[in-house]
Each structure stands twice: as structure tokens, then as C-alpha cells.
């Protein structure tokens, strides 16, 4: 926000600059400008006033109107310009002081930020994230001077937050430093011990903490969330090894990182791709006074955590996972749509369906129905109910402890995925059947009860739902109908579910595979015509992207995309398809067409996919098209010599029907 903000507010302020850098740490937010314009930029004010005719009688004198526009713009009635018929005031504002405008460009940036939660903490009412205690704001050596949420800006900083204890300051007391002037900002906070610059402090802590884990032997495994969290949890980083007990290695693997990472945002330690008893925490001080004492502390907390963990595993898996399923009915999904256990039944009747979809076998359409049946059971075990990001990882743990297949387990598991942006895609059949029956019964049932996202509002996940039906067919290259499953999914629903429903539905995924072909770098253009035909099965839509990017690219696509265009336009306004009649014609360059057409028709047909061979398909008939329009009439007077010409044309003009809408693409 302060970026875009304070971008648009240089822009209307008319300063000018070289770089601007905006940056941060828990503590502290900064944006620095780089060789801020001293002046505004001079300003050219022009305001029209009325039309001649108003403005000069009849004698060429000015009128009332005239003289009135003329002051009250405070401009000579012999300095006014005349265009177009009216008369304009034209005049040079010129540009006052950065340091005069700078105050109110300071408060209007911090009005206009805006948090998904704050507070207010005194008596000026206003809302921030959190109590704020200090504002820097320097131009130059000058302080900006100004005042917001009853804090006054200057050029007093504070260290980090720890620095205060290290100091042995008395209660509420605190350490500071002064900044000399803007430009040794990033200095003067560096030496006070603070890594204010995000991606410095994100490979900080990424290295640190490799460091600690590789003095046992060890290595930290990629948790780029993990990473990004402390990163913005700390600004003055320093990593700790801390050790637990190895008896609680016998918990899986997945609850002992969970509770690291979810509870207490520690690193775990491998070796050889396994757990190991150690763990790497990251404290916001760089020079603890007693590191022994904070280690002793890591060890404390996350050994009582391993301690409850250790209960709940004993305790859910004292008995067989399908015997949570029936207290799903305590746990509703939505009022109008049922509890979760009416959303199992709903899953064990349509993820089989889903699976016949993506052509299973009947091996495995059973394992997917059998794990349909058990696919929400964990969210009932209290390890899960502690930890619900363990969801979908317990069940195929305790599903495996349970005594069910490996594949039913592995489907379990993959129903969730993937579960944010550059997740895994599930890696069984089985598995993408579930996750997909389990996406499709949610987009459908909740769209239907009108629990719809708005703006930055999702309650249920539906964008991400949409996300993971698109990127996993696309992981998966597996062709798939989202319309089909989506009217499978609405007639299991509890409510009714129209039409209109479901087409909504089907855009707003659609909308997820519009976005997702973008990142991808295909054309706006390019991606527009394809999803025309190909929306609704992504993985298809991804091929002709493919293949219409690169015949867009080719030197021989203008004139060829030319010839077919002179098709598709003269025979847009017709309304039925007309049949081919080879008979009527009358002209050689007719046939020669026809026999073209007939084999570019033939060769799209015996492909499996047509997009791969469309753009050759048509520059073999660029110059055939081009001889016919040349030498042939086609809206001829003689009624069926025009209709046959016409269907030829017309027929040329659908052979891209099952990859595109050509006509969305530029210079149609």
C-alpha cells in the first residue's frame, strides 16, 4: 500500500524522484525517496470559458460573462485565448517548495492506508495496527513536521525491541538514536542493530539457520512460508539450536514439523532426509545476553507441545478411523447445505462419478469411494481439531494405522491439494477424483446458497477451490469437463440449483483459468479466443494456447490469419449453417477451394489434437482463399450459387472451431 500510495501521491503532488524504496520489519515501515524534486513542478492551468457568442456583443465588447470569467480566473481580459469558438484562461501555476508540501503528503499517506485490523489505542481516535510510538520524517537534514495520531514526526528512531532489556532501561524506558539526515536513514539503523531491509533480512535468517542446523550435521528443508513469516517476525535476527527428547520421533513425522512451525515458528533439523531432535528458533535480538536461558526456554514450550501431541496420538488412534465419521453430524458445513457428515454422502456419490469422469478403473473407483467415505473422519480426531492445517495428512496416517489400502490413504490425503499456490497436485487418480468431487460439491452447493466471494471476502475458500480444480487438471495434463462435473456435483446438493447456478459457476472457475493462462505469459488476445472454446476443460485450453501462441508467432501467420479473417467476416451475419453444395459452382478457383478445404477438414479430424496442426492447416489454404475472393462473386444475384458460396466460406471459417475463436484475436 505505501508504495502504490505514495507513487500516486508524488505523481499528484507533482514531485519528482530517481528511485523509491519501500521496505520494513515488524517494528518499522520505511519508504525512502531517492533525489526528491526541491520544487514542484510549475503547473499550466487552463479553464474555458463561454462561447464567443456569449462572451463579445455585437459592437466586439466584452460582455458581463466575459468580464466575470476573466476575474474570477484572475486573468487580463487581453491575456484570454480564443479556440474552438470559446475562450480559454490560460495560466502558469508555479510549483511551491517540497519542504512546504511534504506535511500534508506525509498525513495524507497515512490516511489513506487501510488494515484488515487496527486498533485505536488513544485519544486521537485513529486506527493503526498496532500503538504506534515514533514517526521519522526527514528531508534532507530537515525534519518534515507534522503530527498523526497524536505523534509528532523528527528524527528520533528507536532500536529493537529487545534493546530496551539489554540496556537494563527502568520499566518503559527505551533506547534511541538519532538519524542525521535522510540519506544516512539505512545506516544509522543498520548500526543500531536492525536489518531493516526485508529481502536482506530474508536471506539473513535463511542462512543463519542453515548454519545452526549444518553444526550438527544437519539441513533445513525449503519452508518458504515458515521463512517469510519469521522474516516478519524479527529485525534483528539470531538463530538458536534447541534439542527435545527422541522419544517423540516416534510421533510422525508431519505432527512433530506441524507443531514446530504452527505453534512455535521453529526450522526443523534433517539429516539424510529424516528428523532429527533438533530445531532452530530465531530470536529478534542479535546480541542476547544469555542465550543459554532462551534455549532453555525454545526446549521448555515445545517439549510441553510434543507432550500434548504424544496424547492425542495415543488417543485418536486407540481406535479405527471410520469411527469418527458419524460425529461429523455435530460439525456443520452451512445451514442450508447440511453437516459435514451430508457432505460425505454427497462426496461417496460423486467422487465415483468424478472418477468414471477421468476413466478409472473399477479398482479404482472403489478406492475412490472408500475414500470418499473416510475423507472428512480426521477432522474429528483431536489432533486435527488442534492442528487443522494436519488435515487430510492424519487421515492418511491413521487411515494407514486403520488397516486401509496405501491408496486409499494416499487419496485421503490428496483430496486437499493442492492447498496454496506452487502446492502439490494430487499424484494419484484416485486421489485427483476425491480433491476434485471435493472442490466441485463446495464451488457448486455454495454458489447455489449465494455464498459467493465478494471483493477480498472468501469465507470458504471458493477463489482457492477454483484454483485447485484449474491447477490440478493442468499437473495433471488430464482432459475434464468442469461443466460436467460441476452438474453432477448440483444434483446432489440439498437445495435446488439452477441452471443459471451452475453457469455462474463454471465462469468463476473459468475466471481462476483465465488467470492462471496469463501467469503462464500467453497474450490476453491468444488466451481470450481460446477459452471461448476450450473454458471449460483447462488442460485442453492450455494446449491450444500453446499452439495459437506459437502460429502468432510465426512470419507467415499475418497474411494467413488475413485470408481466413475475409472468411469468418462475410459469413458472421449468417444465422443457420448452410450445406455444402460442390455442384452450383461455376468457377475452377470454387473447386480448387473445396478440394482444400475438404483435406484441411480431413487432416484436423484424424489428429487427436487438432490445435497442433491448425496454423498449418490454414497457411495451406492462405493462397486458395486469396485466388477465390480475387476472381469470384460471392453474394452473386442467383440465389443458389450465392448459398453455395457461402457454405464453402463458411465452412472454412469453423475449421478452428474446436480450438478457438479466431475472432478475438487482434487485427481480426
Not at 491413521?398 to 486401509?404: D, L, P, T
Request: proline share 5%; aromatic share 8%.
Amino acid at each position: 500500500q505505501i508504495e502504490e500510495k505514495l507513487k500516486a501521491l508524488l505523481a499528484q503532488y507533482k514531485l519528482s524522484y530517481a528511485i523509491l524504496r519501500v521496505t520494513g520489519t515488524t517494528r518499522r515501515l520505511v519508504a525512502s525517496v531517492t533525489e526528491l524534486a526541491p520544487m514542484q513542478a510549475d503547473e499550466l492551468v487552463e479553464k474555458r470559458g463561454p462561447a464567443l457568442a456569449q462572451a463579445y456583443d455585437s459592437l466586439n465588447q466584452p460582455t458581463k460573462a466575459l468580464e466575470g470569467f476573466a476575474r474570477g480566473q484572475g486573468v487580463p481580459l487581453d491575456k484570454l485565448e480564443v479556440r474552438d469558438n470559446y475562450v480559454y484562461a490560460v495560466k502558469r501555476v508555479a510549483g511551491r517548495p517540497a519542504a512546504a508540501v511534504l506535511p500534508q503528503l506525509c498525513l495524507d499517506l497515512l490516511n489513506g492506508l487501510r488494515w484488515g485490523k487496527a486498533m485505536r489505542w488513544n485519544r486521537s481516535g485513529i486506527a493503526y495496527s498496532r500503538p504506534l510510538r515514533w514517526i521519522v520524517a526527514l528531508f534532507g537534514d530537515q525534519v518534515v513536521p507534522f503530527t498523526w495520531a497524536g505523534v509528532a514526526s523528527g528524527d528520533l528512531s528507536r532500536g529493537p525491541r529487545f534493546a530496551d532489556a539489554a540496556a537494563r532501561l527502568p520499566a518503559g524506558g527505551f533506547t534511541t538514536f538519532s538519524i542525521r539526515d535522510a540519506q544516512s536513514y539505512f545506516d544509522a539503523v543498520a548500526a543500531a542493530g536492525v536489518v531493516v531491509d526485508r529481502e536482506e533480512r530474508r536471506q539473513l535468517v535463511a542462512e543463519l539457520v542453515q548454519q545452526v542446523a549444518a553444526s550438527v550435521g544437519g539441513s533445513i528443508p525449503d519452508e518458504a512460508a515458515l521463512l517469510d513469516e519469521v522474516t516478519d517476525l524479527v529485525e534483528a535476527p539470531q538463530a538458536l539450536l534447541g534439542t527435545f527428547e527422541a522419544k517423540y520421533l516416534d510421533l510422525p513425522a508431519p505432527v512433530l514439523i506441524g507443531v514446530m512451525k504452527k505453534h512455535q515458528r521453529y526450522f526443523p533439523v534433517l539429516k539424510g532426509g529424516a528428523l532429527v531432535n533438533h530445531f532452530v528458533a530465531v530470536a529478534n535480538s542479535n546480541e542476547l545476553a544469555h542465550p543459554e536461558v532462551v534455549r532453555e526456554g525454545y526446549e521448555g514450550v515445545i517439549r510441553a507441545r510434543y507432550a500434548d501431541a504424544a496424547y492425542f496420538y495415543r488417543a485418536d488412534t486407540g481406535r479405527a478411523l471410520e469411527t469418527y465419521s458419524p460425529r461429523l453430524a455435530t460439525l456443520t458445513f452451512h445451514a442450508k447445505l447440511g453437516s459435514m457428515l451430508d457432505r460425505v454422502e454427497r462426496l461417496k456419490a460423486l467422487a465415483p462419478q468424478i472418477a468414471a469422469m477421468l476413466g478409472a478403473s473399477p479398482a479404482e473407483v472403489a478406492t475412490v469411494a472408500r475414500a470418499a467415505e473416510l475423507s472428512k473422519a480426521d477432522l474429528m480426531t483431536s489432533m486435527v481439531v488442534e492442528m487443522t492445517s494436519l488435515q487430510g495428512v492424519m487421515g492418511e496416517i491413521y487411515a494407514v494405522k486403520s488397516g486401509e489400502t496405501p491408496a486409499v490413504a494416499q487419496a485421503i490425503r490428496e483430496q486437499y491439494l493442492p492447498r496454496f499456490a506452487g502446492d502439490a497436485t494430487p499424484a494419484s487418480l484416485p486421489g485427483l477424483a476425491l480433491a476434485l468431487a471435493d472442490k466441485l460439491d463446495a464451488l457448486s452447493g455454495l454458489f447455489a446458497v449465494k455464498a459467493i466471494p465478494t471483493g477480498s471476502a472468501d469465507p470458504f475458500g471458493l477463489r482457492r477451490a477454483a484454483l485447485g480444480v484449474v491447477n490440478s487438471l493442468i499437473a495433471t495434463q488430464t482432459d475434464f469437463s468442469v461443466r460436467a462435473g460441476l452438474e453432477a456435483a448440483a444434483k446432489l446438493q440439498p437445495v435446488a440449483v439452477s441452471a443459471e447456478a451452475t453457469a455462474e459457476t463454471a465462469t468463476f472457475v473459468e475466471r481462476r483459468l483465465q488467470g492462471v493462462l496469463a501467469d503462464q505469459g500467453f497474450a490476453f488476445d491468444v488466451v481470450e479466443a481460446v477459452l471461448a472454446v476450450r473454458g471449460d476443460n483447462p488442460t485442453a485450453a492450455v494446449r491450444a494456447c500453446a499452439a495459437l501462441a506459437k502460429d502468432v508467432g510465426q512470419g507467415w501467420w499475418g497474411d494467413t490469419f488475413t485470408a481466413y479473417a475475409r472468411c469468418a467476416r462475410i459469413t458472421r451475419p449468417l444465422t443457420e449453417e448452410l450445406p455444402l453444395n460442390q455442384g452450383a459452382y461455376t468457377e475452377a478457383v470454387e473447386h480448387a477451394l473445396h478440394v482444400a478445404y475438404v483435406a484441411a477438414e480431413a487432416a484436423l479430424k484424424l489428429v487427436k489434437e487438432p490445435a497442433d496442426i491448425l496454423g498449418e492447416t490454414l497457411r495451406v489454404l492462405h493462397l486458395p482463399i486469396n485466388a477465390y475472393f480475387e476472381r469470384v462473386l460471392v453474394n452473386a444475384e442467383d440465389e443458389t450459387l450465392r448459398r453455395a458460396r457461402l457454405a464453402l466460406v463458411q465452412h472454412i471459417a469453423q475449421l478452428p472451431a474446436r480450438v478457438a475463436d479466431l475472432s478475438k484475436l487482434q487485427g481480426f
